[in-house]
């Protein structure tokens, strides 16, 4: 059973903060690129953050870079997305998947894994 499940959306102010968490099953998050991804409202998904397994960089998208800070927990088999300053336009569905051997780099392909997605609301 490989698997990854995200966790804890919620509601948010403008301004505020989460921290998601990303979980894997049946295989080892270090030898796996993490991506995370956010599907606003009436739009497509986009991939917003990547923690890479070896030989590739952390990504963030425009959208986020300075906001929001990805991390892995080896010891808990788990990496995170601390979301800060969040804005209304963060609201949406985050979602996060696993690639074996994935480039960072590369957003929109060659993910293995996919979580069901936790929803996060901004708004006042």
């Known amino acids: 059973q490989l698997r990854v499940v995200e966790s804890g959306g919620g509601l948010v102010q403008p301004g505020g903060s989460l921290r998601l968490s990303c979980a894997a099953s049946?295989?080892?998050?270090?030898?796996?690129?993490i991506g995370w991804f956010h599907q606003a409202p009436g739009k497509e998904r986009e991939g917003i953050s990547c923690?890479?397994?070896?030989?590739?960089?952390?990504f963030y998208s425009d959208s986020v870079r300075g906001r929001f800070t990805i991390s892995r927990d080896d010891a808990k088999n788990t990496v995170y997305l601390q979301m800060d300053s969040l804005k209304p336009g963060d609201t949406g569905v985050y979602f996060c998947?696993?690639?074996?051997?994935?480039?960072?780099?590369?957003?929109?392909?060659?993910?293995?894994?996919w979580g069901e997605g936790t929803t996060v609301t901004v708004s006042s």
């Open positions: 049946g295989f080892t998050v270090r030898y796996y690129a």
């Open positions: 923690y890479p397994s070896s030989g590739n960089n952390i």
């Open positions: 998947a696993a690639g074996t051997g994935h480039i960072c780099s590369h957003m929109d392909y060659g993910w293995d894994y």
